[in-house]
C-alpha cells in the first residue's frame, strides 16, 4: 500500500517528534543523575551556593552571576529557536505552532545557548514565553529559506531573525527600534483613569492559564534543583519611564505630583501582580534593576518620596512571596547605599564607575556594612571587549579578594557584556570565582 507525499510528511513530523521527546528525557536524566552524584560527593549546586551567599553564608566556592545574560546570549537563543523550526519544516512550507512544543523549542533554545560557556554561570535569567492563543493563530512560513510568524488572522508576516522572540499574546505588537529611547510621551496621561487604562490590573490566574509561563515553568522543571532561577523586573519609578519617558518622568515630579503618586501605587499594584506568578512558577530570585534614580540625576527629596517609599512596599511583598529580591541600581549609587542596605533585599549591584561618578568596590562593601550580600561590578566593556583572558582573571581576583569583606559576595559585571564579547572571557570570569581560595 502506497502513501501520499503529505502522510509521509506527517509520519516523518511524528518521528521527529518522539526523538526530540526523547532527547529532552535523557536531558532531564542526565540532569538529574548529575545532581545525584554531587550530593552523593556532597558538592553544593549552583543554586545552593547562591542561596548560602544570599543568605551571608560561606560556600565551598563563589558564585559567578554575570549582569544579564539573557541580553548577551539573546541573538543565541533565538537562533536555536529558529533552527529547531527549520528542522521541523524539512521541505514544509507552512507549520502550525503548537504550543506544548513551541515551550520545549523556547525551553531547548536557552539550554543551547548557555551551552556557548565551557564554564558555567550559577544563575540563569529567563522571561515570559508566548501564549496558546499566539500560537493557536501563528503558522512558522518559509518563503525561499527565510522563516517568517505568520498571523493567520491578517496575513501580516514578521521575519524570525530579525524580531525578538515572541512574548505574551503579541496583539497589537507593531516592529519598533528597541535601541531607540523614550524621551517624552508624558503628555499621553493627563488623569487617572488613563493611568488605569494604561496599566490594568492582571489576574494571577489568567496570567497562568494564557500559557505565557509555560516556557518558565519547563526551565524550572528541567533546571530548577540544579541552578538560581531568576527574570528581571523594575522598581515602580523604572517602569514609569515607560509610560512618561526620561523628560516627562523628570517633569512630572515637579508639575503634578499628585498624578504620579498615582501612578507609582498603580505601578505597584500591577508588579505584585506579576511577582505572584513569578512566585508560583517557583523561580528563585529576582534582579531588580533601577535606573534614573541616582544621585547624578534627582535630589534627595525626589528619590526619597518617588523611589524609596515604594521600593519598601515592594521589596517587602517580593520576599513574602519567597523571592529572593537583588536590586541593581544604575547611576550614582553611593550617597544612598546605606539607605538601600536597609530595604527588604538580599542582594545589592552597582555599576562600574562612568560618566561622571566613581563607584569602587570597596566603598560599596564598607557602606553596605554585611547587611545585604553584595555583587561584583568587574568593567564588562574594558574586561569583555578591550581585554586579555589574563587581564580578566587579575580583575576578578582583585573583586573577589575585596568581596571576602562582604556579608555575601557574588562576582558580577557592572553592566551586560557587549554582544561581541569573547565568551572565552566570560568563562574566564567564572572560573576564577569557582577556583578562588582566600
Known amino acids: 500500500m502506497g502513501f501520499s507525499v503529505n502522510t509521509l510528511q506527517q509520519i516523518d513530523l511524528f518521528s521527529i517528534y518522539n526523538i526530540e521527546c526523547c532527547i529532552h528525557l535523557l536531558t532531564r536524566v542526565r540532569i538529574a543523575d548529575k545532581l545525584c552524584n554531587d550530593r552523593e560527593r556532597n558538592i553544593a549546586t549552583s543554586k545552593e551556593r547562591v542561596f548560602q551567599v544570599l543568605r551571608g553564608e560561606k560556600s565551598d566556592q563563589v558564585p559567578a552571576a554575570p549582569a544579564y545574560l539573557s541580553l548577551f546570549l539573546a541573538d543565541f537563543e533565538r537562533n536555536n529557536y529558529i533552527e529547531q523550526y527549520r528542522q521541523r519544516l524539512r521541505g514544509l512550507i507552512r507549520y502550525p505552532i503548537n504550543h506544548q512544543e513551541d515551550t520545549r523549542f523556547r525551553a531547548q533554545a536557552i539550554y543551547q545557548a548557555y551551552e556557548i ?6 544563575w540563569m535569567e529567563i ?6 492563543s499566539w500560537a493557536n493563530r ?7 529559506g527565510a522563516l517568517y510568524y505568520e498571523d493567520q488572522r491578517t496575513g501580516a508576516r514578521r521575519s524570525m531573525q530579525s524580531s525578538p522572540l515572541p512574548q505574551g499574546s503579541m496583539e497589537g505588537t507593531t516592529e519598533f527600534d528597541a535601541t531607540q529611547d523614550l524621551w517624552d510621551i508624558s503628555k ?35 533546571y530548577g534543583d540544579s541552578r538560581f532561577i531568576t527574570t528581571i523586573l523594575d522598581t515602580p519609578f523604572s517602569d514609569a519611564y515607560c509610560v512618561l519617558g526620561f523628560k516627562g518622568l523628570m517633569v512630572i515630579q515637579r508639575k503634578q505630583p499628585k498624578l504620579f503618586h498615582y501612578l507609582l501605587d ?23 534593576e533601577e535606573v534614573f534614580t541616582g544621585a547624578d540625576i534627582i535630589s534627595p ?13 515592594y521589596f517587602k511583598h517580593m520576599s513574602g512571596l519567597g523571592l529572593r529580591p537583588i536590586h541593581y541600581v544604575c547611576g550614582d549609587v553611593i550617597p544612598r547605599l546605606g539607605q538601600i542596605a536597609q530595604l527588604d533585599i538580599a542582594a545589592v549591584g552597582v555599576e562600574e564607575s562612568k560618566k561622571k561618578f566613581v563607584i569602587e568596590l570597596e566603598e560599596v562593601v564598607r557602606l553596605v556594612a554585611g547587611r545585604v550580600a553584595v555583587l561584583g561590578n568587574i568593567d564588562a566593556v574594558r574586561y569583555g571587549q578591550n581585554a586579555s583572558l589574563e587581564d580578566m582573571a587579575v580583575e576578578a581576583n582583585r573583586q573577589l579578594r575585596i568581596g571576602q569583606e562582604a556579608g555575601g559576595f557574588l562576582l558580577s559585571t557592572g553592566s ?7 565568551p572565552r572571557l566570560i568563562d574566564t570570569m567564572v572560573a576564577t570565582a569557582h577556583t578562588f581560595a582566600p
Not at 527629596?301 to 512596599?313: G, I, K, W
Open 416 to 422: 551586560p557584556f557587549p554582544l561581541e564579547t569573547n
Open 127 to 132: 522571561g515570559q514565553g508566548a501564549s496558546r
Open 266 to 288: 498603580r505601578q505597584l499594584e500591577v508588579t505584585k501582580k506579576m511577582m505572584g506568578v513569578w512566585a508560583e512558577v517557583g523561580i528563585h530570585g529576582v534582579y531588580v
Open 301 to 313: 527629596s525626589a528619590y526619597d518620596e518617588f523611589v524609596y517609599a515604594y521600593n519598601q512596599p
Open 138 to 144: 501563528t503558522e512558522i512560513v518559509n518563503d525561499n
Open 188 to 222: 499621553e496621561i493627563k488623569s487617572e483613569e488613563q493611568i488605569d487604562a494604561r496599566l490594568p490590573l492582571p489576574d494571577t490566574q489568567t496570567m497562568l492559564e494564557q500559557g505565557d509561563f509555560d516556557m518558565p515553568r519547563q526551565v524550572m522543571d528541567d
Open 117 to 122: 560557556f565551557k564554564e558555567r554561570p550559577d
